[in-house]
């Protein structure tokens, strides 16, 4: 991704795991084997920013402790509904039109 220069870690591996790295959620060894490869790759590091700024910004948002009640009870309902497709019940329930 970075052009002709090689890296240990690949990028694809690299984006695959960009949020466990954002979040803190790795083995240190991981987290510096992925800083190093951020800090040489500018593709990555670009989209690492990115990535940072809308944590960053989501966080600033939606506050650090509570998601509103109406967010979390959408959310809930649609885990329902794919739980319930997944068991054999999908298409028993009112499908949703997209919006315009």
């Known amino acids: 991704m970075s052009g002709d220069e090689a890296h240990i870690t690949d990028c694809a591996e690299v984006l695959d795991h960009l949020y466990e790295y954002l979040d803190r959620e790795m ?9 190093e490869h951020i800090e040489e ?14 944590k960053k910004l989501v966080k600033r948002c939606c506050g650090q402790d ?16 794919i739980r319930a497709g997944q068991s054999g019940e999908a298409g028993s329930g009112p499908r949703e039109q997209p919006a315009q």
Do not use: H, N, T, W
Not at 41 to 54: F, R, W
Not at 66 to 81: C, F, G, H, N, Y
């Open 27 to 35: 083995p240190d060894g991981d987290c510096e084997k992925f800083q």
């Open 66 to 81: 509570e998601v509103p009640s109406d967010l979390r009870a959408k959310v809930m309902d649609r885990i329902d509904l």
């Open 41 to 54: 790759c500018s593709p990555c590091l670009e989209k690492y920013g990115l990535e940072q700024s809308v």
